[in-house]
């Protein structure tokens, strides 16, 4: 079966201290990867994909995430949180085959404290 | 104006109300999809239309109905929502393929 699997529902952090959440997935077949985030009261803003080529991938605001194929893996992570970074991260997946389709993890709540 | 944007950003409603919820996106996108997000549960996708077609129905009860007049707009029309039914609403597009989507801010519907 498919599905994405975000392990932790919070994460409490101090600022500036680094983070990383957590993402695993199912398939059987190959994968394109996103990191969403959500602040209160808006949308979904994209921080991150993966769709091919290196398994490092760059996003916006300082995060990164890393593609692990073999531990069918695409954990998210920041050296340095600010207090800005509190919000909601999802993960999703698309697999192929299933056309556009995204399927998204339940959520991890970012939390960052002074 | 770019991106996603929807209207209106809050509603309420009773039971027996009949509205609709507005989806535009300025990106030159050809899919769009409704997607219901509920406190505690995972998003979930409503809809999908692609070229203006419904290419996708994840077994939403006949009370929401959505259009897609053309690639730029999307619309779900409500009626007799049941309280169950408050949630945030979230309207996204891509283009096909293995495109990211891009999210409007969602409307907030409460049913009372």
């Known amino acids: 079966a498919q599905s994405v699997t975000q392990l932790d529902s919070q994460v409490p952090v101090f600022e500036e201290a680094p983070v990383e959440l957590r993402c695993n997935y199912s398939?059987?077949?190959?994968?394109?990867l996103f990191w969403y985030v959500q602040y209160p009261n808006q949308g979904l803003q994209l921080l991150l994909k993966?769709?091919?080529?290196?398994?490092l991938v760059k996003g916006i605001n300082g995060f990164e995430a890393e593609f692990n194929k073999s531990q069918t893996s695409f954990h998210l992570r920041k050296p340095s949180v600010h207090i800005s970074d509190t919000a909601e991260y999802f993960c999703?997946?698309?697999?192929?085959?299933?056309?556009?389709?995204?399927?998204f993890g339940t959520g991890t709540q970012l939390k960052v404290e002074l | 104006e770019t991106g996603v944007t929807q209207t209106p950003r809050h509603l309420v409603m009773g039971m027996t109300n009949k509205k609709s919820l507005k989806c535009e996106q300025h990106?030159?996108?050809?899919?769009m999809y409704w997607y219901k997000q509920s406190a505690k549960k995972p998003l979930e996708l409503m809809f999908v239309?692609?070229?203006?077609?419904?290419?996708e129905n994840n077994s939403v009860p006949s009370r929401f109905s959505p259009e897609c007049p053309n690639s730029s707009h999307l619309f779900l029309h409500l009626h007799t929502l049941q309280p169950e039914d408050s949630a945030l609403y979230l309207c996204?597009?891509?283009?096909?393929?293995?495109?990211?989507?891009?999210f409007g801010d969602g409307t907030r519907l409460s049913i009372l």
């Open positions: 996204a597009s891509s283009q096909q393929g293995d495109q990211p989507q891009h």
């Open positions: 993966y769709l091919s080529g290196s398994t």
């Open positions: 990106l030159g996108h050809n899919a």
């Open positions: 398939s059987s077949v190959s994968v394109y």
């Open positions: 239309y692609s070229l203006e077609e419904r290419v």
């Open positions: 999703a997946v698309i697999f192929t085959g299933g056309g556009n389709k995204l399927t």
